[in-house]
């Protein structure tokens, strides 16, 4: 293996950051009842990026009232006038994107490949594509009465800030909602920096409230009374305690939750190809991916070789600062959650399974992981059950597609899966057969704003994106 | 009023049994419940179906799914068309079963059937339309096929109202076939003869075993089941009581099964609703599928 040296090549667009941040609502940045901050950092550096408000249950009462306040007039709005604005905020994030991806990066420690060429286009595009959406509602719900839900709470996680605050405001408004959105506390930069898009497209006030803040501030918003819907993005574990908190309230819910979900390579798939697909699916950004493709099956005749082209393939990818453009994999968002996957990764060791990471050396500061695989993984290992969100990869094999199906199937989860093989009546049958909401055949981890997203079983319910994700932000015929 | 009501049922004294996997078992609990007219004669007993009655029902629903969903969704549509066939033949047992409790007019239980039958028949028709309606080819931004489409979640519970309880079962269990799930219905209210007779309409129709399953019973008691069994993945209630929809919602909490309950204002006879597909939103997953598409 030839050693690849690359000259480093950092972004330097420079970003503004403020030392302090307030809480968006109603069209202003307040100071917190709480009066306490919190203090994001650069996963990349540890250095300190800005103070952020720490919200209290009275901020998230004056959220929601001002949600509340606002809710009538944005209904009354004409359909046109609202996907105005929605059109508006789109172009301003087009405009802005360079400056928006590389604050993205900063506070996240995502690479800024990333956050430049999938992110930031997507996020733009799905606020487009549900701008279109505003006067076309009667369309996609034909012979339905629809009404908007209300006032909704949305709390998002800190792998993707920015695009899952777009899969969540945009269809809200699109569909005459109003909000009061909570990003996670390690991300809350893009979103403040949003709200002043916001303010600049001149969205009204109280429309969207941005409120920052702990598991404490997500607590309370979850559970508010003046709520009248909840979506929530992040962990099987806190999703299931939403919905118990939420039952019998008749307040709608939706959550999009973890995965552990399967890529399945089969003997007779474009292996280079297949490859790409696999690194893709686990080590796009850093493996913290809801639906990413961490359980490997390569039929069993093709798996020696198969995982050795993966590993030499695993020694080209640079793992090191989010803001060189030549970065594959960047920095773990929080200490918390680098510990988190060091404990996964002690434990796939200590069940018995074989580790194989890649080399190369790590910056001194901040939180680094190298990309690794396991093989002679059990079923039963934690590491093949658990959601690790993390870049470690289990790999198991397999000899039939029955059993490929089955051991595929054979989780709580149901987020995505992947395929890999030339024959085309054989993909199309794994994908009718694996109990999975998103399918990709030979590719993974594609997003459009159009091709509704979301999970079986223990990965939530609802869809995000197309006509489909519509339902989750309307009441259709009273419910 | 009453004695002219039931005089098709006088000499029908007998327990009625559950129907599971297309056979027809008492409870293995053993119990039963006494259905009465209006003076407080008992007129039959049917069986008052345990949490294990539930599992085996389950685990019938279970075995026959895969080939129901797999089955093309002509050959769905003509079974359900069949139902409607051998709801027709049973006109008149229908009515008087309605009517049997004294509590029904034979010219409101005859409206009923007569709904129930265009209920049958709407959804004979859906089976092979509604994946138009729900999934579609999706216009994304790149090289690529996406097409959504609805899939069966699997097993449902169909929970039935006490209210117009033939009109009130069908509503809740033909969406759920319709779409290619194989269901578990369960019937409470004070008149379960008509849903203890359903299960000998459905052993003559077409409808293969296990793919409907009927329990009678006490609907709250088998709630808390219902809600945490794992195998069952989707449930669609009508008439729930307060109490019960919370617990039904609380239960589930801890195994995200899907759920569509029915506001109990719901009007059953209100095609505009309950013929409508968005009723069967949350008896489907919507599965995306993408693939390259290249030379």
Request: glycine content about 8%; some cysteine.
């Amino acid at each position: 293996m030839t050693d690849i040296e690359y000259a480093p090549a950092p972004e330097t667009v420079p970003v503004e950051i403020a030392a302090r941040y307030g809480l968006f609502i109603d069209g202003h940045f307040v100071a917190p009842r709480s009066g306490k901050y919190r203090v994001t950092t650069n996963p990349a550096t540890e250095q300190p990026l800005a103070e952020v408000a720490e919200a209290n249950a009275k901020d998230v009462d004056l959220a929601v009232a001002s949600a509340r306040k606002a809710l009538k007039p944005w209904m009354k709005l004409s359909a046109s006038a609202r996907a105005q604005f929605l059109f508006r905020i789109a172009r301003r994030i087009q405009e802005r994107s360079r400056e928006l991806a590389v604050l993205e990066t900063l506070d996240s420690g995502k690479p800024i490949k990333e956050s430049r060429d999938d992110d930031l286009p997507l996020v733009a595009q799905h606020f487009f594509h549900h701008a279109g959406w505003c006067d076309k509602l009667a369309y996609a719900f034909p012979g339905a009465k629809l009404e908007p839900v209300g006032v909704c709470g949305q709390v998002i996680p800190w792998n993707f800030p920015l695009l899952m605050l777009a899969w969540k405001i945009a269809p809200a408004l699109a569909c005459g909602n109003t909000v009061v959105l909570k990003p996670a506390e390690t991300t809350p930069l893009t979103a403040l920096r949003l709200a002043e898009i916001f303010d600049e497209c001149g969205l009204p006030p109280g429309v969207v409230n941005i409120i920052t803040g702990g598991p404490e501030a997500g607590k309370a918003l979850i559970a508010h009374d003046g709520l009248d819907k909840v979506a929530f993005t992040g962990s099987t574990e806190v999703g299931k305690a939403i919905a118990a908190t939420l039952a019998g309230t008749g307040r709608k819910l939706t959550l999009e939750l973890g995965g552990k979900s399967p890529h399945i390579i089969f003997a007779d798939a474009a292996i280079d190809q297949a490859i790409e697909g696999v690194v893709s699916g686990i080590w796009f950004n850093q493996g913290e991916v809801c639906c990413a493709g961490s359980r490997l099956f390569v039929e069993e005749r093709i798996l020696h070789t198969f995982i050795e082209r993966l590993k030499a393939r695993m020694q080209t990818l640079r793992v090191g600062d989010p803001m060189d453009k030549n970065t594959d994999v960047g920095a773990i968002n929080s200490k918390e959650q680098l510990e988190r996957i060091q404990h996964f990764i002690k434990l796939g060791a200590a069940e018995g399974a074989t580790q194989f990471e890649c080399g190369g050396a790590l910056p001194t500061k901040g939180y680094f992981c190298r990309p690794c695989l396991f093989t002679n993984v059990q079923p039963s290992h934690t590491i093949a059950r658990e959601e690790i969100f993390g870049p470690v990869l289990s790999v198991m094999s397999f000899r039939t597609p029955e059993e490929a199906i089955q051991r595929a199937n054979n989780t709580n989860y149901g987020l995505s899966a992947g395929v890999w093989t030339e024959k085309g009546a054989k993909a199309l049958e794994m994908a009718a057969r694996l109990k999975a909401g998103v399918i990709w055949l030979n590719t993974f981890n594609r997003f459009d704003p159009s091709a509704p997203f979301g999970g079986y079983r223990e990965s939530g319910f609802g869809r995000e994106g197309g006509r489909q994700g519509l339902r989750a932000y309307l009441k259709v015929d009273g419910r | 009023m009453t004695s002219n009501n039931t005089s098709t049922v006088q000499g029908v004294v007998k327990t009625y049994k559950l129907f599971i996997n297309g056979a027809f078992p008492r409870s293995e609990s053993g119990r039963s419940l006494a259905v009465k007219n209006a003076k407080g004669r008992v007129l039959a007993h049917v069986s008052h179906a345990s949490r294990k009655d539930l599992r085996d029902a389950v685990e019938a629903a279970h075995g026959a799914q895969t080939k129901w969903a797999n089955a093309t969704a002509y050959n769905r549509g003509q079974v359900l068309y069949r139902i409607a066939e051998m709801i027709q033949a049973r006109e008149e047992e229908c009515i008087a079963l309605l009517c049997a409790t004294g509590k029904v007019t034979p010219s409101a239980a005859r409206k009923e059937v007569a709904l129930s039958i265009e209920r049958c028949i709407a959804w004979a028709g859906w089976t092979d339309k509604i994946g138009a309606i729900l999934g579609g080819k999706q216009p994304v931004a790149g090289p690529y096929l996406v097409y959504s489409s609805p899939e069966p979640v699997g097993v449902v519970v169909a929970i039935a109202p006490a209210e117009q309880p033939l009109l009130g079962l069908l509503s809740v269990l033909l969406p759920a076939l319709a779409v290619g799930n194989a269901v578990v219905l369960c019937c409470g209210g004070p008149n379960p003869l008509i849903a203890a007779t359903f299960g000998e309409a459905l052993a003559t129709s077409d409808v293969p075993a296990g793919v409907a399953n009927v329990l009678t019973g006490k609907i709250a008691e088998l709630i808390p089941w219902i809600a945490s069994h794992r195998d069952v993945q989707g449930c669609i209630a009508a008439g729930l009581s307060k109490a019960d929809a919370r617990a039904l919602e609380l239960g589930i909490a801890e195994n995200m099964k899907r759920v569509t309950i029915l506001d109990r204002n719901t009007d059953l006879a209100d095609p505009a609703v309950l013929h409508s597909p968005w009723i069967v939103e949350k008896l489907v997953e919507i599965k995306t599928v993408w693939h390259p598409s290249a030379l």
